[in-house]
């Protein structure tokens, strides 16, 4: 069970596997982890139990689309041109 961290129910735990899952969308913007407590239990009788965090990290992927503010680019090579690995021009 997911004990701590889980109050906007973002997450779901598998019991039988362990396995966390993600129950809709995650925004970077929002926030970038999530820190959750989870706790396991055996089946035995006195039940034993153990707690461990989990940090979920959310990676940030733009959602704009990406814009140029010009059209062409223009680089010029001097001969006899490039002889090894170098950046001529970048576009970002």
């Not at 596997?17 to 913007?29: K, N, R």
């Not at 689309?65 to 490039?82: M, R």
């Amino acid at each position: 069970m997911i004990a701590v961290g889980n109050g906007d129910g973002k997450f779901a735990l598998d019991p039988t596997s362990g396995a966390i899952s993600v129950l809709g969308s995650l925004d970077y913007e929002t926030l970038t982890t999530y820190p959750l407590t989870v706790k396991a239990a055996d089946g035995g009788s006195p039940s034993k139990t153990v707690t461990a965090v989990v940090t979920i990290t959310v990676t940030g992927v733009s959602d704009e689309k990406p814009t140029c503010t010009t059209n062409s680019f223009f680089e010029s090579i001097t001969e006899p041109g490039v002889l090894t690995s170098q950046t001529v021009s970048e576009v970002k």
